[in-house]
C-alpha cells in the first residue's frame, strides 16, 4: 500500500508518543472534571439533596473508577504497540510495514471511540470549547439536546443553538472565570426554536495547554424537573390563602408565606420571623407551633389560638409533620394553618341563639309542640314533664293518635289547622296526666311554613287552665253564695216579727191558760218559736258583712253557733255531736265570722266523710289550750285520710271527691283563713281510726 493511500504510513514513533501524550492529557482533564464536579454536588450540596438522591454522586464516582480503568487499560494497549514497534526497528532495522502501521491506527481509533462511547453513556451534558465559544467536542446528550449530529455541532458556535444566556451575560461571566480556571452555578439555557427553558447545575473548568489557557471544559447535570418543581412550590407557597409556615422543634418560626403574615396582623415576613414563639401563644404553656422531644413527627391536625400583632386571639386548624435529616433527627416542622377564626364566632353565636331559644322554650309557661305533616312530634318542650307527666324524648317522633289517653279534640284541631281550614285556631280538651288526675287545656295551633312559604306542619301552644276554670266555678259559687246570704238576712228580718208575735202570745196564753194540757202545749210552742228565733239570728249573725280587725271571741260560742247552722243536716244523717266544752278557755283573737267558714267546712268534710263510711256516726269536738294558744279539734269517725293525700289535701284545687262533689278549695281557704290568723291547721289519723283536724289559734291578750 503507497503513502499516499494509507496516511497511516507516514507516522513515526514520534507521533505515537504524541498521541499518548494527548490521550492521557484527555484522560486528566476528564478526571479533574469529574472531580470538580463530585466535590461540587456533593459538598456544597449535600445537605439539601434529599436523602433517596444521595446516591448519585457515589454513582459518579463509581463511573469515574470505571473510566480510569478503561483508561489504563488503553495505556497499555499504546505501551504495547510502542514496544512492538520500537522491537521491531531494533531487530530488523526497518521502518514498519504498512500493515503493521495500519494495525497500529485501528488500535488507537479503537481505543478513541472507546472513549467517546464512554462519555456519551453519561446522562449528563458535557462538552469542550475554545474561549471564543466554539466546540471542540461534545457527549451524546448534547446532540439529543439541540437535535443535531455530533458532525454538526463541532466546530459551530455556542451562540448559533442557544437564545439563553445572551452572549453578553456569558462575555461579562468570562472575566472571573479566566481569573479562577473553575466556576460553579446553576445555568438557565432556552435553546433556539424553543420556548421552553432548561436548568443545569454547571461545572466549567479551564484546559490548560502549555501554561496557556486554551478552553473550558463543561459538565451539566439537568435539574430543570426538579426546578419547575421548586417554581411550582414557590407559586403555590406564595399564593395559597392558607397560612404555611415552616418551624423549629421549638416552634421558632424559620419561614411563612405572605398569607400568614397577613393572617397574624404583620407587615412583612421579616418582622413575623423575629417574633418569639412564646409571643405568639394567646394561651399559657409550650409553644403551639412546636413539639415535645419524643414526638414521633408524624401528621397532627388540632386547633390552635395564635396572638396577633394587635393582641387579639386567631383560632387556626394546623396540619403539620415532620422534616428529618439523613441521620433520621427532626430539624424541622412543616405545616398550614387555616383561619377558622370567623367560623368559631359564628358557631358561637348560634349557640348561644340556640341556647337563648332553647332557655325561653324551656321557661316559656305553656307546652310548645311542633307536628310535621305525618302527625308525628318533632319537638317538645320540657313543659311536657309538668303538664301531662312524661319527658320529651318519650313523645318525639310519635303521632298524636300514639299516646295512650290521646285527646281527640287535639288531634282534630291539628287537621283543621294543617290543611287549612283554619289559619289560626284554638281548642279546650281534657288530659289526663299520667299520675291520673285530670286537666283542663287550651290548646292554640298555626300552620309553620319553610322559607319558600310552604307550610312543613303545625305548631301547637298548650296551657293548663285547670286552676283558672276552678277559679271561675269558685267565682260563680262564690257570687251564688253572696246572693244566698243576702236572701238569708232579708228572710231572717222577715222572720223576726211573726216570730216575736208567736212568742208574745204564748208568753200570755201561759198565763192565762189553766189547763194543765194546754200549758204543756203553749210551752212547747214557745221553745220551739224561740229555737226558731236563734236560728233566725244565727243566720243573721252568718249572713253579717264582717267588720274589718279582729276582736275576742269565745270558740265555744263559735262553735256553738256553727252547730246550730247545720244542726238539721246532722240529724238528718244519723250524726252525733260530740262537743265536750272546756270550762275556763280564754279567749281567742280572731274574726268569728271567718272561723264560723272554717268551722262550717270541717264540719262539712267530717259528715261527708261518715257518710261514705256508715249510715251514721260520731262528730267528736274537743277543746283545749296551750301556753299561748287556744285549740279545737273536729275528729270524724269515718274512713281517714290515705296516707300518700295527707301532704297534698292542703293545696289548691286537690280533692278526692267524686266530680261536682267538691272544688278542691275548702280546706285552702282553711289554711288561708289560719295563715292570717297567725294560726294553723293540722290534718291526722286517729289511732282508733277516721280524720281528726286541729284549728289552733293564739289567745288573746289580758288588758
Known amino acids: 500500500m503507497s503513502p499516499d493511500r494509507n496516511p497511516t504510513s507516514q507516522r513515526s514513533p514520534g507521533h505515537l508518543e504524541e498521541q499518548e501524550s494527548q490521550l492521557w492529557r484527555w484522560t486528566l482533564l476528564f478526571m479533574i472534571l469529574l472531580a470538580v464536579a463530585l466535590a461540587g454536588l456533593m459538598w456544597e450540596r449535600l445537605e439539601a439533596v434529599p436523602f433517596h438522591l444521595r446516591a448519585i454522586p457515589l454513582g459518579v464516582l463509581a463511573l469515574s473508577i470505571l473510566f480510569a480503568v478503561c483508561a489504563f487499560g488503553r495505556r497499555r494497549e499504546v505501551s504495547e504497540l510502542k514496544d512492538a514497534l520500537r522491537g521491531l526497528q531494533e531487530h530488523v532495522g526497518a521502518a514498519p510495514s504498512e500493515e503493521q502501521l495500519d494495525q497500529l491506527s485501528q488500535v488507537i481509533m479503537r481505543s478513541q471511540r472507546n472513549f467517546k462511547e464512554l462519555i456519551d453513556s453519561f446522562d449528563d451534558l458535557a462538552c469542550a470549547v475554545s474561549l471564543d465559544g466554539t466546540l471542540r467536542t461534545v457527549n451524546k446528550r448534547v446532540a439529543e439536546l439541540t437535535g443535531l449530529k455530533y458532525s454538526e455541532l463541532i466546530g459551530r458556535k455556542v451562540y448559533d443553538f442557544l437564545e439563553e444566556p445572551a452572549r453578553e451575560d456569558a462575555e461579562r461571566e468570562l472575566g472571573r472565570f479566566l481569573e479562577k480556571k473553575h466556576w460553579a452555578g446553576t445555568v438557565k439555557i432556552r435553546l433556539k426554536n424553543s420556548t421552553r427553558a432548561l436548568y443545569f447545575e454547571c461545572v466549567v473548568n479551564g484546559i490548560i495547554k502549555g501554561d496557556e489557557l486554551a478552553g473550558a471544559s463543561i459538565l451539566g447535570h439537568d435539574v430543570t424537573e426538579q426546578r419547575e418543581k421548586e417554581l411550582r412550590f414557590t407559586e403555590l407557597f406564595e399564593t395559597l390563602q392558607e397560612g404555611v409556615y415552616f418551624s423549629t422543634p421549638e416552634g421558632q418560626l424559620l419561614d411563612a408565606n405572605p398569607a400568614l403574615v397577613s393572617l397574624l396582623g404583620y407587615q412583612d415576613k421579616r418582622e413575623l420571623l423575629a417574633v418569639a414563639p412564646s409571643a405568639l401563644n394567646f394561651d399559657p404553656g409550650a409553644p403551639v407551633l412546636g413539639r415535645a422531644a419524643d414526638d414521633g413527627g408524624g401528621v397532627r391536625t388540632r386547633e390552635i389560638r395564635l396572638r396577633r400583632k394587635d393582641g387579639e386571639p386567631a383560632v387556626f386548624l394546623d396540619s403539620s409533620r415532620a422534616v428529618w435529616d439523613a441521620a433520621g433527627k427532626i430539624i424541622r416542622y412543616q405545616g398550614t394553618l387555616v383561619d377558622i377564626t370567623e367560623k368559631r364566632n359564628m358557631e358561637w353565636e348560634l349557640a348561644q341563639q340556640e341556647e337563648f331559644r332553647r332557655r325561653l322554650l324551656e321557661s316559656f309557661p305553656d307546652l310548645i309542640l311542633v307536628v310535621d305533616l305525618e302527625e308525628r312530634y318533632t319537638f317538645v318542650s320540657s313543659r311536657a314533664k309538668d303538664l301531662l307527666g312524661y319527658e320529651s324524648k318519650d313523645m318525639l317522633r310519635k303521632k298524636i293518635s300514639d299516646l295512650e289517653n290521646h285527646s281527640p279534640e287535639l288531634a282534630a284541631l291539628y287537621r283543621d289547622v294543617v290543611s287549612g281550614k283554619q289559619v289560626f285556631g284554638s281548642a ?235 272544688t278542691g278549695l275548702g280546706l285552702s281557704i282553711c289554711k288561708s283563713v289560719m295563715k292570717e290568723h297567725s294560726g294553723s291547721i293540722e290534718a291526722a289519723n286517729a289511732p282508733g281510726g277516721g280524720a281528726v283536724f286541729t284549728v289552733t289559734l293564739p289567745a288573746a291578750r289580758v288588758n
Open 428 to 662: 279546650e280538651y281534657s288530659a289526663r296526666h299520667q299520675n291520673g288526675t285530670w286537666r283542663t287545656m287550651r290548646a292554640s295551633a298555626s300552620q309553620l311554613v319553610e322559607a319558600e312559604g310552604n307550610p312543613n306542619g303545625v305548631i301547637i301552644s298548650v296551657r293548663d287552665i285547670t286552676i283558672e276554670r276552678k277559679l271561675e266555678q269558685q267565682v260563680v259559687q262564690s257570687e251564688r253564695l253572696a246572693a244566698m246570704g243576702a236572701m238569708i238576712g232579708g228572710v231572717a228580718h222577715e222572720l223576726n216579727n211573726p216570730l216575736t208575735a208567736i212568742l208574745g202570745v204564748s208568753e200570755l196564753l201561759q198565763d192565762v191558760e189553766t189547763n194543765e194540757t194546754a200549758r204543756k202545749q203553749v210551752a212547747l210552742l214557745q221553745q220551739q218559736a224561740r229555737r226558731a228565733a236563734e236560728i233566725v239570728q244565727n243566720l243573721t249573725y252568718f249572713s253579717r258583712p264582717p267588720a274589718p280587725g279582729k276582736s275576742k271571741i269565745s270558740l265555744t260560742e263559735v262553735v256553738e253557733r256553727t252547730l246550730n247552722l247545720h244542726a238539721y243536716s246532722l240529724r238528718k244523717n244519723n250524726i252525733t255531736v260530740d262537743f265536750l266544752k272546756e270550762n275556763g278557755m280564754p279567749y281567742a283573737s280572731g274574726d268569728p265570722h271567718q272561723l264560723m267558714q272554717v268551722f262550717l267546712n270541717l264540719i262539712l268534710n267530717a259528715e261527708q266523710a261518715i257518710r261514705e263510711a256508715h249510715e251514721k256516726g260520731t262528730l267528736r269536738i274537743r277543746m283545749g289550750r296551750g301556753e299561748n294558744t287556744v285549740w279545737v279539734s273536729f275528729h270524724d269517725d269515718g274512713a281517714g285520710i290515705p296516707k300518700e293525700n295527707l301532704s297534698s289535701i292542703f293545696d289548691p284545687f286537690y280533692t278526692t271527691k267524686r266530680p261536682g262533689r267538691g
